[in-house]
């Protein structure tokens, strides 16, 4: 499996144009490390992305990150002004929905909402890596059925389509959701053979 930089975006019908800016010496980078290689950033080897600077060690890893952002289904689909319309329109249909929604009994919404666009971003190849629990401790306690997974994958496919977001680019990211069933199902990994 490819790392998570490495999925391709998605486009809204009424994407917002993100932009880039290859300026090469901002003084304001907002990382250390090179989100690439993880060694130090070069604070005069920098981009721009959705507002944020990022720096890198090298050109090379600069090019490989606007690259990256370029053909990743979270550009594709808008970046985080989508992301965001889309995680609030899909929270709207599952709390609405009476065979899942008591999953959500109790939970902030407000921070769930903020986690959830955090993880979808970085999911779908956003600039920022998730860096909260992974999928199998975060469902761990939830006793989740397939059936409850299906019903929420439902959902985000439906809200999808709702923000008319291209059939082949909605197919990409459900395969991405699918990708994570096994985790929050808490099923038994498999074994490599």
């Not at 917002?16 to 304001?28: C, E, Y």
């Not at 944020?52 to 985080?80: L, P, Q, V």
């Not at 994958?153 to 923000?163: D, I, N, R, S, V």
Request: glycine share 6%.
């Amino acid at each position: 499996m490819k790392p998570l930089r490495h999925i391709p975006r998605f486009s809204l019908t009424s994407s917002i144009l993100l932009s880039f800016s290859l300026s090469g010496f901002s003084q304001n980078a907002v990382n250390e490390k090179c989100p690439i290689t993880g060694r130090a950033a070069n604070p005069k080897c920098t981009t721009k992305y959705e507002g944020e600077t990022y720096a890198f060690c090298s050109g090379k890893c600069c090019k490989e990150f606007t690259e990256d952002r370029h053909n990743s289904i979270y550009h594709k689909i808008g970046g985080a002004a989508a992301v965001n319309a889309t995680i609030d329109l899909f929270y709207t249909k599952v709390l609405a929905d009476k065979t899942v929604n008591h999953y959500f009994d109790g939970v902030d919404m407000k921070k769930q909402h903020k986690r959830q666009k955090a993880f979808v971003s970085a999911a779908l190849g956003g600039p920022k890596a998730w860096t909260g629990k992974d999928m199998r401790k975060a469902h761990l306690s939830l006793e989740l059925k397939e059936s409850d997974f299906n019903a929420i994958a439902g959902h985000l496919q439906k809200t999808l389509q709702e923000l008319k977001v291209k059939e082949e680019l909605i197919k990409q990211v459900m395969a991405v959701a699918a990708s994570t069933k096994d985790d929050v199902l808490n099923r038994k990994k498999k074994s490599a053979k």
